[in-house]
């Protein structure tokens, strides 16, 4: 069956750039969106189609796609971006979800 | 703004079948570019995506739940609803609704739009 994999953790210091990557076999041929989710609230879409950018998310926010691996960048990382990110996909008209990526801001 | 509210018992007995309803409002739940869907999150793990539904009835299903799942769709009431059998403490989570993009001509995209989760626990 199809997996998406993210790394478990990361962390960066503010002002730095992060990285946050999910890979999956031939994800680049499909759409991969992201969500950030902040303790005790509902996940909130921060990129969708590859690297779209929905109203109200901030410009610091990008997404590319290509190959096996999808990326979300964070450039200008604040305090306020520490959460939980979780990257998705469709495979048979299946949703799935990245394991997720606990982002530290230290 | 659109808003979605979840609604249901929080606690559910082993065996029995756990029932939600999402509540659709500033938005119709008749629109032909959105699916609505019901995805899981137990306590301190990831998301699972459960199934979504088209206005007109049309579903899709996580094979892995398939077998349990029902989703259906109340256009009147603009709600739609979920339905999974015989659960144990493996399906104690925190239950989201939420707006996908995508109709039976579009491809199935991405979430925009959720609930803010209603926590359902299985126990006796």
């Known amino acids: 069956s199809y997996e998406l994999t993210q790394p478990p953790s990361m962390s960066v210091s503010p002002g730095q750039t992060a990285s946050i990557t999910c890979s999956g076999d031939?994800?680049?041929?499909?759409?991969a969106c992201w969500y950030q989710q902040k303790p005790g609230q509902s996940p909130v879409l921060v990129i969708y189609?590859?690297?779209k950018r929905p109203s109200g998310i901030p410009e610091r926010f990008s997404g590319s796609n290509s190959g096996n691996t999808a990326t979300l960048t964070i450039s200008g990382t604040q305090a306020m971006d520490e959460a939980d990110y979780y990257c998705?996909?469709?495979?048979?008209?299946?949703?799935?979800f990245g394991g997720g990526t606990k982002l530290t801001v230290l | 703004q659109l808003q979605l509210q979840e609604s249901g018992p929080g606690l559910v007995k082993p065996s029995e079948t756990l029932s939600l309803t999402c509540t659709v409002s500033?938005?119709?739940?008749?629109?032909?570019?959105?699916?609505w869907g019901w995805i899981r999150q137990p306590p301190g793990e990831g998301l699972e995506w459960i199934g979504s539904?088209?206005?007109?009835?049309?579903?899709y299903y996580n094979p892995s739940l398939k077998s349990r799942v029902t989703i259906s769709v109340d256009t009147s009431k603009n709600q739609f609803s979920l339905g999974l059998s015989s659960v144990t403490a493996a399906d104690t989570a925190v239950y989201f609704c939420?707006?996908?993009?995508?109709?039976?001509?579009?491809?199935?995209?991405?979430?925009?739009?959720w609930g803010q989760g209603t926590l359902v626990t299985v126990s006796s």
């Open positions: 939420a707006r996908l993009y995508g109709s039976e001509s579009l491809p199935l995209t991405y979430f925009d739009y």
């Open positions: 500033g938005g119709s739940i008749s629109s032909n570019s959105y699916y």
């Open positions: 539904v088209y206005y007109s009835g049309s579903t």
């Open positions: 031939k994800l680049g041929d499909r759409y």
């Open positions: 189609q590859d690297s």
């Open positions: 998705q996909a469709w495979d048979s008209s299946t949703a799935l």
